[in-house]
C-alpha cells in the first residue's frame, strides 16, 4: 500500500493526531507515494468521459492537493485551470510539481477552504477527487452549494463515485472499521481529524446536488470495471448548472 519513500508508520500516527488541515500539511511531502492519491487510472478515466462533455475554457479543482486533478483540467481547458485547497502544505507541493511557464492553460493555486470558495460564476468545469471523505454530511449541501455559485450557466461539477462494496465483503468490513476508528478517535480527542469512507452515499449525494440547483445525471465509468452483477464500478456524477441561479446560495 505504502511505497518506501512513504510516510513512516509514526508520521502517520502524528498526523492522525492532528486536525484535518495540520495532519495534510504534515503529510503533504510524501502524499504522492501513498494510496490516498488518485490512482492514475481513475484520473485518465474521468480524462475520456468529461472530454466528451467539453469544450471548455476554464475549470477549478476543488480540494486539489498535490494537483492531480489540475493534470486532468490542464488536458481539458483551453484557458486557465485553478486548483484550491485549505492545506498550505499541500499547495506548496503543487507548485512545486508544476512550475511557471509549463506549457498548457494557465494554473492558478488558492488557498481557501472549500466551505467558502472566493469565487465569483467564472468557470465552465469543476472537478473534485477524492476529497469527500473529509466533509460531514451536514455541510455537504454548503459545499455543492459553493461550487454550483463559482459556476458559469451551463457549468458542469464532475465527479467519480465508486459503488459501494458489498455488504460483508472483506472491502465492507474494512471501510466500516476505518470508520468505526475515526468516529472513536474524534470522540476521544480534539482537534478532529475528518475523514469517513462510508458517508458519501449516492443517494444522499444526489438529493443534496439537486437541492443545491443542479441537474445531475450519473455516466459509467466502465473501464474501471464491472461488479458481478453487471453494473459498473464506478460512476461519474456530472452535475450541470443550467440557466439562471434557483438554488439561494451563492
Known sequence: MFTKQGPTVRELAVQALSSTERGYDLLA??????????????LDAVTRAVRELGPFDTGLDVCCGTGAGIGVLRQLCRERAVGVDFSAGMLAEARAALPPGSEGPAVHWVRADARSLPFAPAF???????????FLPAERF????????????????????????????????SLFGFDAAMRVRNALWRPRFVM?????????????????????????LTELGLRPDGSPRARLVVATREGQDVSGGP
Open 29 to 42: 511531502p510524501k502524499f504522492d507515494e501513498t494510496p490516498y492519491r488518485t490512482p492514475d487510472r481513475v
Open 124 to 134: 465552465d468545469l469543476a472537478l473534485s477527487f477524492g476529497a469527500f471523505g473529509h
Open 142 to 173: 454548503g459545499l455543492f452549494a459553493e461550487v454550483y455559485g463559482s459556476l458559469r450557466p451551463g457549468g458542469q461539477f464532475v465527479f467519480p463515485l465508486g459503488a459501494p462494496p458489498p455488504v460483508g465483503s472483506r472491502a465492507y468490513w
Open 196 to 220: 469517513y469512507y462510508r458517508t458519501f452515499r449516492l443517494g444522499d449525494v444526489l438529493e443534496d446536488l439537486t437541492q443545491a440547483g443542479f441537474v445531475v445525471r450519473l455516466l459509467p
